[in-house]
């Protein structure tokens, strides 16, 4: 008499952008609702506090970016290097619009900010697959929410045209989605080429902590 064999359900592994995503997403929930982003998405904010989040937000990308650069020919990191992401320029040309020569002198980095800089270093040093997971929040976040933040930034400081909002700018919509499939792919190749992906999904963890910090420290420099 043949024995029935029980079932084997396969549950196929998770890809690397499949855990990043499911590891982050309730910290997103809280992240995109802290300090100063709350007051941005609520349509609230002021010029000088935008000039302040963009001159944080230019820190963590003068340093991530050469960052990347450097590490283009590492196996882990390399696909995620895709220059035609890089923010920083467009933030410097953001910065420029907004500033106007009456303004108080700029207020200086936040202390999470200048330890998310320090951060960068070390793992550059120690551990550069880790830049990976801050690749990954940085540049799928200004893909996706971005989007939407570029139309809440425009109106709440008026501004006409492009002058101003360079950031969230990575061309029509087709070409932001082109980008953020091209992104999922080069994580999914990260996936198979990383000598440790969990402690990629740690660090973007840890990443989307420190950007809580960033935000809350920012709203409470007004
Ligand atoms: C403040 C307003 C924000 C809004 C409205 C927003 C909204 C969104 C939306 C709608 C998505 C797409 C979700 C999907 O495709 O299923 C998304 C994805 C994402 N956001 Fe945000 N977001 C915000 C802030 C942030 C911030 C501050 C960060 C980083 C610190 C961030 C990082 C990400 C990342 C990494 C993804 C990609 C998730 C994935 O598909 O793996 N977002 N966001």
Redesign the pocket.
């Known amino acids: 008499m043949a024995i029935m064999q029980p079932t084997m359900i396969e549950t196929p592994a998770l890809s690397l952008?499949q855990r990043?995503?499911a590891a982050?997403?309730e910290q997103?929930r809280r992240?995109?609702?802290s300090g100063v982003?709350a007051t941005?998405?609520r349509g609230r904010i002021e010029r000088l506090a935008y000039l302040a989040l963009l001159r944080n937000l230019h820190a963590l990308y003068a340093a991530l970016e050469p960052a990347l650069s450097r590490q283009a020919a590492h196996p882990a990191v390399g696909p995620v290097v895709v220059p035609e992401l890089f923010r920083r320029d467009a933030l410097e040309s953001d910065l420029r619009a907004l500033q106007r020569e009456a303004d108080p002198p700029a207020e200086v980095l936040r202390p999470a900010t200048v330890a998310y800089v320090e951060r960068l270093r070390e793992i550059e040093a120690t551990q550069p697959e880790l830049l990976v997971a801050h690749a990954?929040?940085?540049?799928?976040?200004d893909?996706?929410?971005?989007q939407?933040?570029r139309r809440i930034v425009r109106r709440a400081l008026a501004l006409q045209g492009a002058a101003g909002t360079c950031f969230y700018d990575f061309g029509d919509t087709s070409q932001v989605s082109r980008l953020?499939q091209g992104f999922?792919a080069a994580l999914d190749e990260v996936g198979a080429r990383a000598h440790d992906a969990g402690a990629i999904v740690a660090e973007?963890e840890g990443?989307?902590a420190r950007?809580?910090q960033i935000?809350e420290q920012l709203a409470a420099a007004g």
């Open positions: 952008p990043l995503k982050t997403a997103h992240v995109e609702r982003m941005l998405l990954y929040v940085r540049y799928l976040g893909l996706s929410g971005g939407q933040l953020a999922r973007a990443a989307f950007h809580g935000f």
